[in-house]
DNA sequence: TTAGGGTTAG
């Protein structure tokens, strides 16, 4: 090209900024458009200008679509660079998918570009969400060995890490260090705490810090708003929660999706429908693009109204908007099915969420047992157990509940036995119920060996997914931290290392 | 570019 370097840098950042304005709009095509005329034209794109494009396809499509661009962009001889995969990672991180996350930071370090803390936070995150804190925690540590210093969205990240794997305690104390050190506290370390603390039944520990929040300088904002009215649901101050959301409406503050569907979910639960489909009506003329829990909510307001014909176009409709059936939408469907009495259909269903190989299916299988169980078909239930990969409180207590209901106390006692034994434990009311069926039947050694079984100590189960290998180890070059270099991390470690990994 | 809030079962 017989321009010179210096004549064509101002239009390639002009180009860049006019391609960023388009993505940040939503107007991919008219970005990949403005790029096509700017290379006819003879304008060189640079790696900022397939940055920009790359995230924004991560975002819309996906990460095929970021790694085809990663694809033009070499084709044109631009070197991707630490944004580059930052963006793919972020991408991968996104749709859950832990190894592609891991295989790009690997690929990173071999192309000998050295990652900086928006490499790791994305990559930590979603080991914590996809159930494995044991490598989100060797990523900290080697982001701490290599001497990259943790940003404010690090340390949230492990917060909200720390609380899904259940160390709520863990995390408290980190917070409460974070703040002695001086290290940054911000609205999202708020909300995090707030919210961790509030799902962890930590509640007082959550008022404390809502109530520290409101004596900062840090303004609570609509995330803050609904998990305190999430909390007002989950442990009965309902009209509190209700009350919360009415006086958000009322200000306008509710400008997207999330609080509807807190506040529907949880006056359908009441059974208040009707107050429900209000809200509903309300979310959907607000104008907000619905996504997958959107749906979901209103997929399980319609089963729970009995028109499961509604719910199922409601799920065609995500289908057809592109969206997918996740775990909840099945075990949605699964539990209106079994209340319907549609037992067949409801197996059908769980039989198409194996096919799809979903990772987590507990909730629709206890959906399942539980139905099978009330309508007595507890030898049904027993084979089922037997088919389930992973079990928990709800299986056994749905099951010995079944079993003690047909007066079948001893196979109830193996069971409940069973149970304690695999670290599982089942609701007061289903041991009561044994214990009194047994004694009333005479079952003297059944009696003693339920009261003398030692509960295992019980496992963290990670949002009920299965526990996998550790993803992080040899395949990869993350190493465990030995002599972390900052301060400030050192003591974030050391929150971490004192969890017990299981 | 990156993080935090909302959906299911006993």
Same mark, same amino acid.
């Given at each position: 090209m017989a321009r010179g370097r210096g004549r064509w840098l101002l239009p390639t950042r002009l180009l860049n900024v006019c391609l960023a304005a388009l993505c940040r709009g939503g107007s991919l095509a008219a970005a990949e458009s403005v790029l096509v005329d700017a290379i006819r034209l003879g304008l060189p794109p640079d790696v900022v200008t397939y940055n920009t494009l790359l995230a924004a396809h991560c975002r819309a499509a996906g990460l095929e679509a970021g790694l085809a661009v990663m694809g033009r962009m070499r084709e044109a001889g631009v070197e991707p660079d630490a944004v580059t995969y930052n963006s793919l990672i972020a991408g991968a991180a996104r749709r859950g998918l832990p190894i592609h996350a891991l295989d790009l930071f690997d690929e990173m370090l071999r192309a000998g570009i050295a990652p900086d803390s928006w490499s790791y936070n994305p990559l930590m995150h979603c080991l914590f969400r996809s159930g494995h804190p044991e490598d989100a925690y060797r990523v900290f540590a080697d982001m701490a060995e290599k001497g990259i210093a943790p940003c404010d969205t690090t340390y949230n990240t492990l917060l909200d890490g720390m609380f899904r794997a259940g160390y709520a305690m863990n995390a408290y104390r980190m917070f409460r260090y974070l703040q002695r050190a001086g290290l940054p506290v911000s609205i999202v370390t708020y909300n995090t705490m707030i919210n961790g603390l509030c799902s962890s039944g930590k509640v007082g520990y959550a008022r404390m810090v809502l109530r520290e929040l409101g004596r900062t300088d840090h303004a609570p904002n609509i995330i803050t708003y609904t998990a305190v009215m999430k909390c007002c649901f989950k442990y009965g101050r309902f009209e509190q929660g209700l009350d919360t959301f009415l006086s958000l409406l009322d200000r306008g503050y509710?400008?997207?999706v999330y609080p509807y569907c807190t506040v529907i979910s949880a006056l359908v639960k009441k059974g208040r429908l009707g107050e429900a489909n209000n809200y509903c009506d309300l979310m959907l003329q607000n104008g907000s693009r619905l996504d997958s829990v959107c749906y979901n909510t209103l997929i399980h307001m319609r089963c729970q109204e009995g028109k499961l014909d509604d719910a199922f176009e409601l799920v065609s409709m995500m289908e057809d908007g592109g969206l997918e059936s996740d775990e909840y939408t099945f075990a949605i469907l699964v539990n209106g099915l079994c209340k319907m009495g549609h037992i067949e259909a409801a197996e059908k269903q769980l039989f198409y969420m194996e096919i799809k190989g979903m990772q987590s299916n507990v909730v629709a299988y206890n959906c399942l047992v539980d139905a099978l169980c009330k309508f007595q078909e507890v030898d049904a239930a027993i084979r089922l157990l037997q088919c389930m990969k992973l079990k928990d409180d709800f299986t056994y207590t749905s099951l010995v509940h079944g079993l003690c209901r047909v007066g079948r106390y001893h196979m109830a006692s193996k069971f409940l036995r069973i149970c304690l034994r695999e670290g599982n434990n089942v609701l007061a009311s289903a041991k009561r119920a044994v214990i009194a069926g047994l004694r009333s039947s005479g079952f003297k050694n059944d009696l003693r060996k339920v009261r003398s079984v030692k509960p295992k100590r019980n496992k963290i189960k990670h949002h009920g997914k299965l526990q996998t290998? =550790? %993803?992080?180890?040899?395949?990869?070059?993350l190493s465990m931290c030995t002599?972390? =270099? %900052?301060t400030g991390v050192c003591l974030a470690l050391d929150f971490v290392g004192k969890i017990d990994w299981v």
């Open positions: 509710i400008s997207d290998s =550790p %993803l992080v180890g040899e395949r990869y070059r002599k972390p =270099p %900052l």
